[in-house]
């Protein structure tokens, strides 16, 4: 199974930027839908940002637009550019695959 791993995240003051990398162990051609997925403390994981080949692209109206995802085929790789960022985008931030397969989560922290 191809395993999903996370990088890129850190400790960025309000208003600044981060881009997070999600990179696969194998191809993620034949994946229909892949996802960010964010989780804060006491709180349940909620959805930031799907790509689907049948639906395109959406948003939680959270982050709509502040965040971009992107999808790179070629590289095995799913980005998350985060803009504009305020105190309560503060998470861990998954990458997700057909609402199956999950990374293990990069800490995001906005704080000043």
């Known amino acids: 199974q191809v395993q999903l791993v996370e990088s890129g995240g850190g400790t960025v003051q309000p208003g600044g930027s981060l881009t997070l990398s999600c990179s696969a162990s194998g191809s993620i051609d034949s994946f229909n839908n892949m996802a960010w997925y964010r989780q804060a403390p006491g709180k349940a994981r909620q959805m930031v940002a799907v790509?689907?080949?049948?639906?395109?692209?959406t948003y939680a109206s959270a982050v709509r637009g502040r965040f971009t995802i992107i999808r790179d085929n070629a590289k095995n790789t799913l980005y998350l550019r985060m803009d504009s960022l305020k105190p309560e985008d503060t998470a861990v931030y998954y990458c997700n695959a057909e609402l199956r397969i999950w990374g293990q989560g990069t800490q995001v922290t906005v704080s000043s």
């Open positions: 790509v689907s080949d049948y639906r395109g692209i």
